[in-house]
T-cell receptor
Framework: AQSVTQLDSQVPVFEEAPVELRCNYSSSVSVYLFWYVQYPNQGLQLLLKYLSGSTLVKGINGFEAEFNKSQTSFHLRKPSVHISDTAEYFCAVSPTNTGGFKTIFGAGTRLFVKA | GAVVSQHPSWVICKSGTSVKIECRSLDFQATTMFWYRQFPKQSLMLMATSNEGSKATYEQGVEKDKFLINHASLTLSTLTVTSAHPEDSSFYIC?????????????FGEGSRLTVL
């Protein structure tokens, strides 16, 4: 079975400051890793994904994440946040042998960017 | 990218009535769609997996007679909340997976907020 732990439920940060949203996962099989963003009253939108290869993954809106297999982590980072980055962020894992059928989501981290 | 559209975005209904929510994949064929329920400030709870041309697979604890799912075509899945009650009020989200290339990525609809009075 898989599990996803997002270590921070809320992260307040000032505009233009860097931010890191933490995600740890547990799985006995190899997984794909994802970060999704959800703006208020909207569905989820893919920020970035790790399938294989380089452990540093770049996504949309200036976000990046690094896959660390030994620490089973996939932390999301942005060097300088904007007000518009205020949203809910979900880390997710999907076993590579299930094609997305068993995607597990973390509880979410609310990023609040202050002026 | 792949686009999934969900309709309606907002719906208010009286207790005891039924409400249908549609989920469409606009530019790809989705053999499998997923329906989630999301409570305020919480993560997504998978309700069921919808496969085109076959019965949906419901997660444990989800009443299949309450939440009817139909996946009649490769681009449309519907969720009908039957005899809705105030406790069914929630944000419902659908997602779809693309057949190929299959990377496990899910494409989400915009969500539907149901309020039952």
């Amino acid at each position: 079975a898989q599990s996803v732990t997002q270590l921070d439920s809320q992260v307040p940060v000032f505009e233009e400051a860097p931010v890191e949203l933490r995600c740890n996962y547990s799985s006995s099989v190899s997984v794909y890793l994802f970060w999704y963003v959800q703006y208020p009253n909207q569905g989820l939108q893919l920020l970035l994904k790790y399938l294989s290869g380089s452990t540093l993954v770049k996504g949309i809106n200036g976000f990046e994440a690094e896959f660390n297999k030994s620490q089973t982590s996939f932390h999301l980072r942005k060097p300088s946040v904007h007000i518009s980055d205020t949203a809910e962020y979900f880390c997710a894992v999907s076993p590579t042998n299930t094609g997305g059928f068993k995607t597990i989501f973390g509880a979410g981290t609310r990023l609040f960017v202050k002026a | 990218g792949a686009v999934v559209s969900q309709h309606p975005s907002w719906v208010i209904c009286k207790s005891g009535t039924s409400v249908k929510i549609e989920c469409r994949s606009l530019d790809f064929q989705a053999t499998t769609m997923f329906w989630y329920r999301q409570f305020p400030k919480q993560s997504l709870m998978l309700m069921a997996t919808s496969n085109e041309g076959s019965k949906a697979t419901y997660e444990q604890g989800v009443e299949k007679d309450k939440f009817l799912i139909n996946h009649a075509s490769l681009t449309l899945s519907t969720l009908t909340v039957t005899s809705a009650h105030p406790e069914d009020s929630s944000f419902y989200i659908c997602s779809a997976k693309r057949g190929a290339p299959d990377t496990g990525e899910l494409f989400f609809g915009e969500g539907s907020r149901l309020t039952v009075l």
